[in-house]
């Protein structure tokens, strides 16, 4: 495709965008229905890079997927008018995890002692309106659901929604919304409805799994929950809110099945759910959020994908027609969305299996699968590796795809720690030929170390390793989650997230689990930077801008980057100072202390300071020394001098037991609501919640560097 046609379809993408956008708030038949933005586990594992033809781009904007991901990606948001009033107190967005690296919950609440929404798990968010925040106030304000993981009884919440989610929404931040006791363990992720009116979810009880669908109403508080007792399915559409119905996931010969492994994945355009369970079976129901819920059981389905071992979460891809699920046994598996026919991959795990959901681009046809130990010798010592698998959407019986390695994994019993997914970059989503980066946290038999995995026209490079998130050898990690802002303050930032479970190495963290973020915009050609930007470069390290100026041009590429602390990478009028590989902290500076050239602090205005010149630091009754604020500002500091390389580019935030996936919230513009640009997320274990109590968290922190 020529130039001009490229740009052709890009605009005509973006036409669309905002055509389509407002479909998905006005509805499209006679009465108008509003349709907002669901945000859950299942759109972090189905995305779509930019479609290169016209041809391409008709079909995957079919989906309304691909708009509600640009949506999040492009929108700004704006305060609702019924949230607008005097009273509301003019405040700044807090930055959130973190002033100076540490960090804070802008909320914390208590779900219930041992409450967990689990590790590979998510909570749903839902945005009414593209465009508003929207504070309690509202009809239908916006709101976020976290399942507990406990088995819900007369006092304990199996499911819970929070709304008023905003500091700067009136009356008490947050509040319970509703919350359920649906008679069952909700062990995997929920999701919402279109209209945001419905959620659906997995269950056990007994060893039963069943698929649980639930109109709310508000009512309710975790440790007096309102008790839902099912209706049948022909009644569900008219029946009442709070109401719901249940349908027993089942084989093909009416046995009854359990699923604690596979959360639901909603295809919206046909009302079908897709899930699977502990035996290998997948199973469809239809008719979900506008039918009579009905679980298929002939034409090929449930659909039998192996002889017993568990499925983890399923992905359908509207374009391929295709459902992409792995199993506990580490194999790949390709289901017919029509037909139930499956292929099987060669087994790509032989660890913990593949416990993470498969990431699909529907726009490339690509899958990424993501393997705890790839059973070679290719890693330190001769080791298996953790590694990121590739393959096709039409990938055929016995394929083992490519792979890159993210680590090392182990040769002998106990078990890798599990590989969760990792995330996408937005310089891969606005690609057209599946280019960018993918960020996952891998090393699976030793200290969680986050890893960029470049990729270039969907072939994987190799992967770059970056900070080492924690200090235990033997400690789980989450699943990493990038999110884009496009309306920061000097253009667009990026940060990705990732939890550890233990020791992590987070400034606001001691010993204990840790939610950490780091700065991750990627350099621009022929860009306009000011004094003090940042980004990251291609060996993981942090340039900041000394110099002001306009970068290189695309043709030309990227810098040849320093990679020594402190020196300086000239990008045609820019000068870029090196502030040296992403760490998960910097040390404090400490009184009367020798310090050796190169050695790194961060100071009391969350800078990062470089020693310059070796010697001994100030006494205690001298105290800090007076810090320059400017990059490349020299101070002096008894004998030592200091150069300031610019400010911290990571955060962190203290999460008892590790969190679960973090969930990402809105993208606003400068004078909005306060606080609405947030991610959420569970602690794994009990903390002191907020004013409410010890027990498991569901957690709101604010994106930093958003406001």
């Not at 973190?98 to 914390?108: C, E, L, P, Y």
């Not at 840790?514 to 915009?521: A, I």
């Not at 310059?612 to 500002?633: D, E, F, I, L, Y």
Request: proline share 5%.
């Amino acid at each position: 495709m020529n130039g001009t046609a490229a740009r052709l379809v890009r605009f005509s993408a973006g036409l669309l965008g905002v055509v389509t956008v407002g479909w998905i708030l006005t509805g499209h038949a006679a009465k108008p229905v509003l349709q907002g933005i669901p945000t859950d586990w299942s759109h972090r594992h189905l995305i779509f890079s930019q479609p290169s033809t016209p041809e391409l781009a008709a079909r995957v904007e079919a989906d309304p997927r691909y708009w509600q991901q640009w949506a999040r990606r492009n929108m700004v948001r704006v305060l609702s008018t019924e949230d607008e009033s005097g009273a509301l107190p003019a405040i700044p967005e807090r930055s959130a995890i973190a002033q100076a690296g540490k960090g804070h919950g802008d909320w914390a609440e208590s779900m219930g002692s041992g409450a967990s929404s689990g590790a590979d798990n998510y909570p749903a968010k839902y945005s009414p309106q593209p465009g508003v925040a929207t504070c309690g106030t509202a009809t239908l304000p916006d709101y976020i659901v976290f399942n507990t993981g406990l088995l819900g009884s007369s006092t304990q919440a199996s499911i819970v929604g929070y709304d008023n989610l905003y500091s700067g929404c009136s009356g008490i931040v947050p509040t319970v919304f509703w919350a359920f006791n649906t008679g069952g363990q909700v062990l995997t992720s929920p999701v919402i409805s279109g209209d945001g009116m419905q959620v659906a979810f997995v269950q056990t009880n007994g060893g039963f799994g069943t698929l649980v669908l639930l109109k709310w109403a508000a009512g309710g508080t975790i440790g007096a929950p309102v008790t839902l007792t099912a209706v049948s399915h022909s009644a569900y559409r008219t029946c009442t809110a709070p109401c719901m119905t249940q349908i027993f996931l089942q084989t093909g010969l009416g046995t009854q099945v359990d699923d604690t492994t596979s959360s639901v994945f909603p295809d919206f355009t046909h009302d079908t759910i897709w899930v699977g369970g502990a035996l290998g079976y997948l199973h469809k129901i239809t008719g979900v959020f506008r039918g009579t819920p009905t679980e298929v059981l002939s034409g090929g389905f449930p659909a039998l994908v192996n002889t017993g071992n568990a499925l983890s979460s399923p992905v359908y891809d509207y374009v391929s027609g295709n459902v992409f699920v792995g199993d506990y046994g580490g194999f790949l598996y390709r289901v017919v969305g029509s037909t139930g026919a499956v292929t099987k991959s060669a087994q790509i795990d032989h660890g913990t299996g593949l416990v993470a959901g498969p990431i699909v681009d529907s726009t490339a046809g690509k899958v990424y699968a993501f393997s705890s130990d790839d059973n070679s010798t290719n890693c330190v010592g001769g080791t298996p590796c953790a590694a990121v698998y590739i393959f096709t959407t039409t990938f055929t019986s016995g394929t083992a795809g490519s792979e890159t390695a993210v680590g090392s994994s182990q040769v002998a019993p106990p078990n890798p720690n599990p590989l969760y997914e990792g995330d996408f970059d937005s310089t891969y989503e606005a690609s057209v030929n599946a280019t960018g980066n993918l960020y996952v946290c891998g090393n699976t038999s030793g200290p969680p170390v986050l890893y960029q995995v470049p990729i270039t026209g969907g072939v994987l490079g190799t992967a770059v390793p970056g900070p080492v998130l924690s200090n235990a050898t033997t400690t789980g990690c989450s699943p990493v989650t990038d999110i884009s802002n496009p309306n920061a303050t000097g253009g667009t930032n990026e940060w990705i997230y990732a939890g550890v479970q233990t020791s992590g190495r987070g400034n606001s963290c001691g010993t204990g689990g840790c939610v950490m973020n780091f700065s991750v915009k990627q350099w621009q050609p022929s860009t306009a930077y000011a004094i003090g930007q940042e980004v990251l470069d291609t060996n993981f390290q942090i340039q900041v801008v000394r110099t002001a100026g306009t970068s290189r041009t695309a043709a030309q590429g990227h810098p040849a980057w320093s990679t020594t602390i402190d020196a300086s990478t000239t990008d045609a009028t820019v000068r870029w100072t090196d502030q040296g590989p992403h760490l998960a902290s910097h040390p404090a500076w400490q009184a009367s202390h020798a310090y050796t050239v190169n050695t790194e602090i961060m100071d009391i205005n969350g800078n990062v300071e470089v020693v310059t010149t070796a010697g001994t630091s100030r006494t205690a009754a001298q105290g800090h020394p007076n810090w320059s604020t400017a990059v490349n500002g020299a101070t002096t500091d008894a004998t030592v001098r200091w150069r300031n390389v610019g400010a911290l580019a990571t955060a962190s935030i203290a999460a008892a037991g590790g969190s679960s996936g973090i969930s990402i919230d809105n993208t606003v513009g400068s004078g909005t609501l306060a606080g609405a640009s947030q991610v959420y997320f569970s602690t794994q274990s009990n903390q002191t919640c907020g004013t409410t109590g010890t027990g498991g968290c569901a957690v709101q922190a604010s994106q930093s560097a958003l406001q």
